[in-house]
Nanobody
């Protein structure tokens, strides 16, 4: 069982930056691929970014490409650096883990473990 805890959310003005962190409890953290998703009020949860477990391949939603960067340090932490934030980035952000990252990295139902979420609010 993997427990995930997000941190780093908050309120920021448009154009600003935030760095989210996800800490995993599992000693074998390196065997899991990690993803970030977000859910805005009244909307479905959507894919933001993912990183594979071994070669560190990364994937991004078109809406965040060039502004967000996902990284992992294999000390059980996965980060999401968010730059040039926009009001439409406002959402609860969740990190998630799965054993194998395949071509459907954007499907939330393929992730096995989830954090509790952290709120990101971008003011205009």
């Amino acid at each position: 069982q993997v427990q995930l805890v997000e941190s780093g959310g908050g309120l920021v003005q448009a154009g600003g930056s935030l760095r989210l962190s996800c800490a995993a409890s599992e000693r074998t953290f390196s065997i899991y691929a990690m993803g970030w998703f977000r859910q805005a009020p009244g909307k479905e949860r959507e894919f933001v970014a993912a990183i594979s477990r071994n070669n560190g391949a990364t994937y991004y939603a078109d809406s965040v490409k060039g502004r967000f960067t996902i990284s992992r340090d294999n000390a059980k932490n996965t980060d999401l650096q968010m730059n040039s934030l926009k009001p439409e980035d406002t959402a609860v952000y969740y990190c998630a883990a799965r054993r194998l990252l395949t071509s459907d990295y954007y499907n939330d139902y393929r992730y096995d473990y989830w954090g509790q979420g952290t709120q990101v609010t971008v003011s205009s």
